[in-house]
DNA sequence: CATAAATATTCCCGTTCGGTAATATTCTGA
DNA sequence: TCAGAATATTACCGAACGGGAATATTTATG
């Protein structure tokens, strides 16, 4: 994929995740989490929801409203894409 | 574009539409009703949920649950991916 | 243009989301 | 191993989601 991506000049190519259940995201929420070296309490602080948004969200509640799991996401770094099955 | 994915022999090469907010969902699930032929209530059914919700849907309202969304979505075929900002 | 079809909005209602705090449980590092 | 930190879960509560039906509004069609 390296030698691809130098032959298209296409350097800084996202690579993305698909996602098929909201447990797939809070596994990566949590990875990032850990990997930025927060608690919860911190990274819901730095997301501007609640402690407990964070916990259920990192393990995979999956009724969350959609805006705010795009927040923390965001504030996470993340982004959010949409394909079409082929 | 084609050149490149004909170089790299990706002709099925998935193609991300990065969202930034339900709104741009639902416009997309819209389109795609419209362009199979159905009307809200017949997309409802075929997803098993309410006319209601799919009408908000559509609309981008932006407290809806997620798996719902994804219902929704993966209905319609599309796929959610997830990557990191560069 | 009139009317039927489609969509948006409102109503009623049961269920549940999520903030906050408290508590129970699990994890971690010395 | 154990104490403290971190996380999960529970309790309380107000807000609101969403099904289904009814109604208002908008769009499409002949």
Redesign the interface.
């Known amino acids: 994929m390296d030698t ?1 991506t130098l ?2 000049g296409q350097k ?1 190519k ?6 098929h ?2 447990k797939a ?1 809070g596994q ?1 929420v949590r990875k990032k989490r850990k990997k930025m070296g927060m608690t919860q309490a911190e990274a819901a602080g730095l997301c501007n929801v609640g402690a407990r948004f964070m916990s259920e969200l990192e393990n995979g509640k ?6 705010k ?2 927040k923390v ?1 965001r504030s996470f ?10």
């Open positions: 691809k032959i298209l800084n996202k690579t993305w995740i698909e996602i259940n909201l995201i990566m999956a009724t969350m409203h959609f805006d799991i795009m996401l770094g993340f982004i959010i894409g949409i394909s079409e099955r082929l």
